[in-house]
């Protein structure tokens, strides 16, 4: 795994694609290990899948392998990703609505337009609430959410310090009128994330 402080991927993280072939089962059954523990499920449809330098390396990585664009792509890709690396006083998570059916699942995205702004954090008593990635807007006019979302979760520095000590209570939740639930962090997920500030 690379260093926490890593805070951006640039060009020269990037592994050469035939090095990366060559590797590529052992990196993906690291990165999978690492993710277990960085995944929160939700209510019955929602997941949230804790970011960072790594996963997001795992992510360009696999990219630039499934398509092969080159430098070209890496651009692109680098643009996407990085501002999805946490900085250092905040945790990044990409939301996802997991539903197999087609219909139901645009049913339920129907219904639950601007979800993403419902999103919050419980550290003992105080509320986190989550901000929604700038680059897109995840629901659309006619008010139909995104299955996939990305929410950047900003603390204060008692906040991180309380993460890391491991002494806190921590829930992760949404309440939106059409889906309204929340879930405890496990010990080992908060360990994790933990690790995310500096």
Do not use: C
């Amino acid at each position: 795994m690379m260093p926490k402080e890593k805070k951006e991927i640039q060009k020269n993280d990037i592994m050469p694609l035939d090095i990366y072939t060559k590797q590529r089962r052992e990196l993906r059954k690291n990165i999978v290990d690492f993710k277990k523990n960085r995944r929160v499920s939700l209510g019955p449809y929602a997941t949230f899948y804790f970011e960072s330098y790594e996963t997001m390396l795992a992510q360009v990585q696999e990219m630039l392998y499934i398509e092969k664009g080159g430098d070209e792509q890496l651009k692109d890709e680098l643009a996407a990703y990085n501002p999805l690396i946490p900085r250092g006083s905040e945790l990044v998570a990409t939301l996802m609505f997991e539903i197999d059916n087609p219909v139901s699942r645009a049913a339920f995205l129907g219904k639950v337009g601007g979800i993403e702004e419902k999103v919050f954090m419980k550290i003992d008593e105080d509320i986190v609430k989550a901000v929604p990635e700038e680059d897109v807007d995840r629901t659309s006019a006619e008010g139909k959410a995104s299955s996939v979302q990305f929410v950047h979760f900003k603390f204060t520095r008692e906040q991180i310090e309380k993460f890391k000590s491991g002494s806190l209570k921590a829930e992760i939740g949404i309440d939106h009128k059409e889906y309204s639930h929340t879930t405890k962090l496990t010990d080992v997920t908060l360990k994790s994330l933990a690790a995310d500030f500096n």
